[in-house]
């Protein structure tokens, strides 16, 4: 069977710009796995979330597999807002919470609730790479606003925004990870997240901040969300169990002021995000929440710590390398040496069975815009142990080498 040729019929967000996906990597030689923030596997909770499957179904049986309330799960509201009062001691109504299928799938419905094409989103440079595509998805113009170590700079955040504005453009969002930030690992200081809601409460656009990772700090000070300092309700918040829980479960949320929600809730066309799921999650959440996240963050403070103790074995500082030590998070962001090229370090790499995703996915137009983006990688320490993390980084030491030549 030859097939239909699908090409013709294509969506444009289904339709990849030529020449500017970043090279991949060859899933089967795959034997250190760096690339995907994916959760540890021995940090699931096996036994417990079983023993609370049985529980809701013993309780609850076919209501926990009907449709459900839109605006999700009561109890599981009520459960994240008790989670962000007892770590942040912020104050949020259930009615304030929208469950989700994943963060991402909050994001997205922020994105259709409020970007027309055409529309102006404003994204870090780098950010996720899976935002990115959500946003070219609705075919919004996406201007990237450069950062450093701190996070975004408000500065050039600002004059950005009047550049488009002087256009004609209509900016509309600011999408942006101030806590543990994926890929860089940076963690935005408090007087530069008050400049960042300066900035957009005088220009009137809405911000998007994706918290996927806040509950993972390995050190460092606690620092109040963007939506915890905001005075003028013009931001959203994501939250999801992905990081804390299991990805599988695909359970996020989204914080907003009542108009939003309103707004997200007229474009959530379905009977509720996974009803019988969320009953699982809350049941297993509300009698081991805390303990469960203490367990997770010496999880994952050994596997950043190994990480970050090979790189300097193995890669150094020299020539130009370097890397953030991040507070918390899963992700280390690697500039690579001067002399080592990029493409060669794919090869390499594979022929060491070492995965990373490379710079440039994680910028919107890099070759035009951003070619620097090709001397970084993102590495995630989350997935492997501690042992392979150290076994996979000194491979990658010598991928570089050769590399360099």
Known sequence: MS??????????????????????????TIQYQFAGGKPDPLSFPYDGLAAATARVMAEDGAEALTYGDAQGFRPLRELIAKKYRHFEQLEVSPDQIVVTNGSSDALRLIVEALVDPGDTVLVEAPTFLGTLRTIAGHRADIVGVPMDDDGILVDRLEQI?????????????????????????STMPLAR??????VVAREGV????DDAYGDLRAEGEFVPSLFALDRHG???RTGTMSKILGAGLRIGWLVAQPPLVRAVLSVKYDGGTSPFTSRVVHAYMAEHLEEHVEELIAVYRAKRDAMLEALEEHVGRERGAGWL????GFFIWVRLPDNCDPAKLVDAC???GVSYVPGPAFYHNW???WPEAARYIRLAFSYEQPDAIRAGIAQLGRAIVEASR
């Open 325 to 328: 030590r991040p507070q918390g």
């Open 367 to 369: 070759q035009q815009d």
């Open 234 to 236: 013009l931001v959203a």
């Open 3 to 28: 097939g239909f040729d699908y090409r013709a019929v294509l969506s444009a967000a289904a339709t990849p710009s030529p020449g500017t996906a970043p090279p991949r990597m060859p899933p089967a």
């Open 193 to 198: 997240r008050r400049a960042l809601l300066e």
């Open 350 to 352: 594979a022929a060491r």
């Open 161 to 185: 925004i009047q550049r488009e504005k002087a256009q004609g453009k209509r900016v509309k969002l600011l999408y942006t990870i101030p806590t543990f930030q994926n890929p860089g690992g």
């Open 206 to 209: 809405v911000v998007m901040e």
